[in-house]
Antibody, heavy 120, light 107 residues
Framework: EVQLVETGGGLVQPGKSLKLTCATS????????MHWVRQSPEKRLEWIAR??????????DYVESVKGRFTISRDDSKSSVYLQMNSLKEEDTATYYC???????????WGPGTMVTVSS | DIQMTQSPSSMSASLGDRVTITCQAS??????LIWFQQKPGKSPRPMIY???NLANGVPSRFSGSRSGSDYSLTISSLESEDMADYHC?????????FGAGTKLELK
């Protein structure tokens, strides 16, 4: 059974940092492209980052609003993907999901999400 | 970036109704579009992929279609379990972009 579980969310002040972890199991993580998607309190979904696998040099892509502040990374030995979030802003408040198109090719697998609240 | 204009933002319908939700792409995305269903407190669930293909386990009353830059999700006969939020996603190019979502409620 495929499982993805995000952890690391919480309440953080503007300007501070937070690191999210997505632990996975049940599929071949090392060849999977992993994505982070967030959902605002208004329920708008936003794709934010992707990391490819080793054969694709772990290439990354980001949405403009997080470029230079967020970093996606992975540890294939732990079947985990990470999202380092720096210089957080109130508009980064959201539920953060990890997901992958591995297997079906169409984002069939999602974690339950972890909530991040940026507020003073 | 490719903009996905989704409509309506909300709608109410009766059981048995035929319901259609649309996303218009600002650039060519081919058929690289997914429709997601999301219920309160749950993660998104893909319903349609590559614009017209039914995802695993999705009832046949759901269908997807394309007309030019307009992509539609249709529920042929609404059931109570279909009340949810629906989102489209283009995965033609990065950054991937979602529509603003449609809240489907029971009339």
């Amino acid at each position: 059974e495929v499982q993805l579980v995000e952890t690391g969310g919480g309440l953080v002040q503007p300007g501070k940092s937070l690191k999210l972890t997505c632990a996975t199991s049940g599929f071949t993580f090392s060849t999977a492209w992993m994505h982070w998607v967030r959902q605002s309190p208004e329920k708008r979904l936003e794709w934010i980052a992707r990391i490819k696998d080793k054969s694709n040099n772990y290439a990354t892509d980001y949405v403009e609003s997080v470029k230079g502040r967020f970093t996606i990374s992975r540890d294939d030995s732990k079947s985990s993907v990470y999202l380092q979030m720096n210089s957080l802003k109130e508009e980064d408040t959201a539920t953060y999901y990890c997901t992958t198109p591995e297997g079906t090719g169409y984002f069939d697998f999602w974690g339950p999400g972890t909530m991040v609240t940026v507020s003073s | 970036d490719i903009q996905m204009t989704q409509s309506p933002s909300s709608m109410s319908a009766s059981l048995g109704d035929r319901v259609t939700i649309t996303c218009q792409a600002s650039q060519d995305i081919g058929n690289n579009l997914i429709w997601f269903q999301q219920k309160p407190g749950k993660s998104p669930r893909p319903m349609i992929y590559y614009a017209t293909n039914l995802a695993n386990g999705v009832p046949s009353r759901f269908s997807g279609s394309r007309s030019g830059s307009d992509y539609s999700l249709t529920i042929s006969s609404l059931e109570s379990e279909d009340m949810a939020d629906y989102h489209c996603l283009q995965y033609k190019q990065y950054p991937y972009t979602f529509g603003a979502g449609t809240k489907l409620e029971l009339k």
